[in-house]
């Protein structure tokens, strides 16, 4: 299949490229490179043994993306492209409704434009807010906390809309849970600009001696032992779910809203034995005052994947540290 994917340079967008491709895709890659290296590209090339279709869009420019279209016969699209940073959503809402939702209305004109109607759209656990139970499933209310997890929910709903409205489109959104480590080659992997929000990539910094310490927000949880529990998922478990979800997509016409993650939950603490294990190294840490807006525990109900893709993730916190740990180390 010729499969576009928007935000094909990103961290989770450049790991898909690499499955999709080695299942023998022609992979066609648009990114605005506003959080992404170009260099991503030639390293894609050398995973994959050829250099990926690359066009540097916005995918808020219509036009640009028409004729993409008109170029290559699309049959699907993968829309990783979208900005996120909580923090940043709450100060700066009406870039992220313009990037995100504004974005993801150009792509499915173009699309529509097109006759191209199967999509696969990166959502998130955040549209799920505050648990009324755990694990999260799929039928779990929808009240996203911040702006970022707004952006995504507004999409998913648009997406249904357009499903109702034209029973052809094959939609499906995956609510990715906490996407963590990196290709084994060390070539690619999560590359955020400036200071690193997410506790992997900073775990990693102050393992490469880059930050001081790790600063841990929040040991007074009512969690196995009081800190932050997520449900980490491998990002090469995260991009062969595409390629379920590609296969399910083809056959199932309608809108379908499906977790990825491993449903299981690691605390921060866990997290960090398994780096310092996979590291060799010490983390040095600080426990600081809660983060404003984090949740205690959240992690998914991973049975939907399971029963409708015939997905599961496999990789365990130990290969998820010694990857981000190999590609942080290749590149520093
Ligand atoms: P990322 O920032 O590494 O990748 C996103 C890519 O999209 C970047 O390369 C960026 O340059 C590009 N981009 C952003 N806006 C664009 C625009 N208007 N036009 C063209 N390109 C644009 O992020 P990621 O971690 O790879 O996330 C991919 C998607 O998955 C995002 O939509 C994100 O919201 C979603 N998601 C990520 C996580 C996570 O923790 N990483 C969790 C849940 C959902
Ligand atoms: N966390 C931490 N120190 C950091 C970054 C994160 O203690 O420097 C904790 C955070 O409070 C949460 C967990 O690690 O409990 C995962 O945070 P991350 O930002 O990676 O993911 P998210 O909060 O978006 O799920």
């Known amino acids: 299949m010729n499969i576009l994917l928007t935000g094909g340079l990103g961290f989770i967008g450049s790991h898909a490229a690499t499955v ?7 992979i066609i890659l648009v990114d605005n490179l506003c959080n992404s290296q170009i260099e991503v590209l030639s390293h894609l090339g050398q995973i994959i043994g050829k250099q990926p279709i690359f066009y540097e ?15 290559h016969s699309i049959d699907l699209v993968i829309h990783f492209a979208g900005l996120k940073s909580v923090a940043e959503s709450v100060t700066n809402p009406l870039k992220y409704y313009d990037n995100n939702v504004g974005g993801s209305i ?17 959502s998130s656990a955040t549209v799920y807010g505050v648990p009324q139970y755990l694990p999260y499933d799929e039928s779990h209310p929808t009240v996203p906390m911040n702006t970022y997890g707004k952006t995504k929910l507004q999409v998913e709903e648009i997406l249904r809309d357009l499903s109702h409205a034209d029973p052809d489109w094959s939609i499906v959104c995956l609510r990715y849970f906490n996407p963590v480590g990196a290709h084994e080659s060390g070539l690619i992997g999560e590359h955020p600009r400036g200071m690193p929000n997410n506790l992997m990539p900073y775990v990693c910094q102050v393992a490469s001696g880059k930050l001081p310490h790790l600063n841990i927000f929040g040991d007074d949880y009512e969690t196995k032992d009081g800190t932050g529990e997520r449900d980490y998922i491998h990002v090469m478990d ?9 296969n399910f997509v083809n056959q199932h016409p309608g809108f379908h809203a499906i977790n990825l993650g491993t449903g299981v939950s690691y605390s921060v603490y866990d997290l960090i034995g398994a780096f310092e294990q996979a590291a060799n ?28 893709l015939g997905w599961q993730a496999k990789r365990d916190l130990q290969v998820m540290c010694k990857s981000g740990w190999n590609f942080h180390k290749q590149k520093s």
């Open 281 to 308: 190294s010490t983390i040095v840490r600080k426990v600081q005052p809660r983060r404003s807006g984090d949740l205690a525990i959240y992690y998914a109900k991973a049975d939907k994947a399971k029963n409708l």
């Open 106 to 122: 150009s792509l499915l004109e173009a699309m529509q434009g097109a006759k191209v109607n199967k999509l696969i759209f990166s």
């Open 238 to 246: 995260l991009a062969e779910g595409h390629v379920a979800a590609l």
């Open 20 to 26: 999709l491709a080695e299942q023998g895709h022609q």
């Open 57 to 71: 869009a916005d995918v808020r420019n219509t036009n640009l993306l028409n004729s993409i279209f008109q170029k």
